[in-house]
């Protein structure tokens, strides 16, 4: 997950945020293609599953092996009080499992889980504000901390 593409993205939003004091929003495309890294895509397979993709499309964000991907993610800045403490909620349930990525403020991986849809819907179709406590009953892709 070394993409040079990857790093230069992240790059140019950290000198963003130093010169203009907020980073561009790169979270929600890093965490996709970090999700799908993670799952055990390839980048070439990434880059065709990815053709045609809109920034909105509706129910899933990939697909791989015939499963759909839904993903989540989140970034702190480092700033005071920018420690994670919300997590978006899937809005629909039109996906087989969902990826939720916490982020470092150098969007490096700090932790990732993974829910399939009817353990995320059984837990939190109820909840109205989830939390990365929340997200940590999944299964954990990355290493622990």
């Given at each position: ?6 790093a230069d ?64 993610g989140n ?71």
């Amino acid at each position: 997950m070394n993409s040079t593409l990857r790093a230069d993205l992240i790059a140019t939003a950290l000198r963003w945020e130093q010169r203009f004091g907020n980073a561009p929003s790169i979270t929600s495309v890093l965490s996709e293609y970090d999700a799908a890294m993670l799952v055990g895509m390839s980048e070439d397979e990434y880059s065709q599953a990815m053709v045609g993709a809109t920034t909105v499309q509706k129910g899933y964000d990939f697909n791989f092996n015939g499963e759909r991907y839904q993903v989540k993610g989140n970034r702190p800045s480092g700033k005071p009080g920018s420690n994670v403490t919300w997590v978006p909620k899937a809005t629909n349930y039109d996906w087989d499992h969902l990826i939720w990525i916490l982020y470092d403020p150098s969007y490096r991986i700090v932790e990732a889980w993974q829910w399939d849809v009817s353990g995320y819907q059984n837990e939190f179709h109820e909840v109205e504000r989830l939390s990365p406590e929340h997200h940590r009953q999944g299964k954990r892709l990355s290493p622990p901390r």
